[in-house]
T-cell receptor, first 113, second 113 residues
Framework: EDKVVQSPLSLVVHEGDTVTLNCSYE??????LLWYKQEKKAPTFLFML????IEKKSGRLSSILDKKELFSILNITATQTGDSAIYLC?????????????FGPGTSLSVIP | EAQVTQNPRYLITVTGKKLTVTCSQN?????MSWYRQDPGLGLRQIYY???????DKGDVPEGYKVSRKEKRNFPLILESPSPNQTSLYFC????????????FGSGTRLTVV
């Protein structure tokens, strides 16, 4: 059965800390891994990763994929209170005749001043 | 402005009283999908639609119906709501089903008592 697992499920850090969020997966016919940030309402897209070992970077956020070991990490350096959110990992795969995206449970990050 | 509009944002209803949550997008997207989000379970797909008059079940379709008579609209219908359908619901649209292009609506928080 396809699944996406994230760890930790919840994390509290102080401003300025660096955090690493983990995502592991088992998905049929892997196509891509996606990271989303969800604040008080709808998720917003952060990264899409399709190739192993190539880091995607946006400001203080970066992510990398390991397709051999079936996992990805999302790093946030010098955290700020505005980084407080749920971070969702989603994995896209191909099933029979359609693409399917499976979401993990999310990691709830709280950054305290 | 490109957006997915969901209504209502909040809804409290009683068991068995039929309700409809509307979803409309203005991006001419072919793919639309409904998700529910529950603590610790992430986003789970209820139904999706690849185009007008083409819909299919996601992972948790029981108790829900959808229709796609026009490209822009994808309403979610609960014919006889039950308390286990209390959840946060998101509509999403995209050019295709691969996840990276998802635009999410603002969410509907439904409580069934």
């Amino acid at each position: 059965e396809d699944k996406v697992v994230q760890s930790p499920l919840s994390l509290v850090v102080h401003e300025g800390d660096t955090v690493t969020l983990n995502c592991s997966y088992e998905v049929t016919n892997f196509r891509s891994l996606l990271w989303y940030k969800q604040e008080k309402k709808a998720p917003t897209f952060l990264f899409m990763l399709t190739s192993s070992g190539i880091e995607k970077k946006s400001g203080r956020l970066s992510s990398i994929l390991d397709k051999k070991e079936l996992f990805s990490i999302l790093n946030i350096t010098a955290t700020q209170t505005g980084d407080s959110a749920i971070y969702l990992c989603a994995v896209g795969g191909w099933k029979t005749s359609y693409d399917k995206v499976i979401f993990g449970p999310g990691t709830s990050l709280s950054v305290i001043p | 402005e490109a957006q997915v509009t969901q209504n209502p944002r909040y809804l409290i209803t009683v068991t068995g009283k039929k309700l409809t949550v509307t979803c409309s997008q203005n991006m001419n997207h072919e793919y639309m999908s409904w998700y529910r989000q529950d603590p610790g379970l992430g986003l789970r797909q209820i139904y999706y639609s690849m185009n007008v008059e083409v819909t299919d079940k996601g992972d948790v379709p029981e108790g829900y119906k959808v229709s796609r008579k026009e490209k822009r609209n994808f309403p979610l219908i609960l014919e006889s709501p039950s308390p286990n359908q209390t959840s946060l619901y998101f509509c999403a649209s995209s050019l295709d089903a691969r996840g990276y292009g998802y635009t999410f609506g603002s969410g509907t928080r439904l409580t069934v008592v």
